[in-house]
């Protein structure tokens, strides 16, 4: 909360500090450092688990191979399932926008990587 609170437009800091509300024109857009800062530390965020990932030792492990298309059509689904929800709440009380989108489409991805394996495993019982 502390982070939102210094990388997005209605945060606590940006709206007592005038700083942060400050514009820079980079390939022609307005960019205010808020929203700079917001997409400067995804990046880092990124490099640093992407690093973190590669860094992991690799182990081979002799497995029964499943196929990971129903995990991933699961997965989808959810997201999918999420993504309309909010858009009809979006399309009665609010404009769309891109960001909307991204964010609403990106909870929609985390949600299904946590439910899918639970649906997964209470499908198998019933199949």
């Known amino acids: 909360?502390?982070?939102?609170?210094?990388?997005h437009k209605h945060g606590l800091f940006v709206k007592k500090n005038g700083w942060f509300d400050q514009a820079f024109i980079i390939a022609g857009y307005i960019t205010p450092r808020y929203k700079m800062l917001q997409h400067s530390s995804s990046i880092v965020g990124g490099v640093v688990i992407l690093y973190a990932l590669l860094r992991m030792p690799v182990q081979t492990i002799q497995a029964k191979q499943e196929s990971v298309f129903p995990y991933w059509?699961?997965?989808?689904?959810i997201m999918?399932?999420?993504?309309?929800?909010?858009?009809?709440?979006?399309a009665v009380n609010e404009q769309w926008s891109f960001n909307i989108m991204i964010v609403t489409l990106v909870a929609g991805w985390l949600i299904g990587l946590l439910f899918t394996p639970w649906l997964l495993t209470k499908l198998k019982r019933f199949l």
Request: no cysteine; proline share 0%; glycine share 8%.
């Open 80 to 90: 999918l399932s999420v993504f309309a929800i909010r858009m009809f709440f979006v």
């Open 1 to 7: 909360m502390l982070w939102d609170g210094l990388t």
């Open 73 to 77: 059509i699961s997965v989808s689904g």
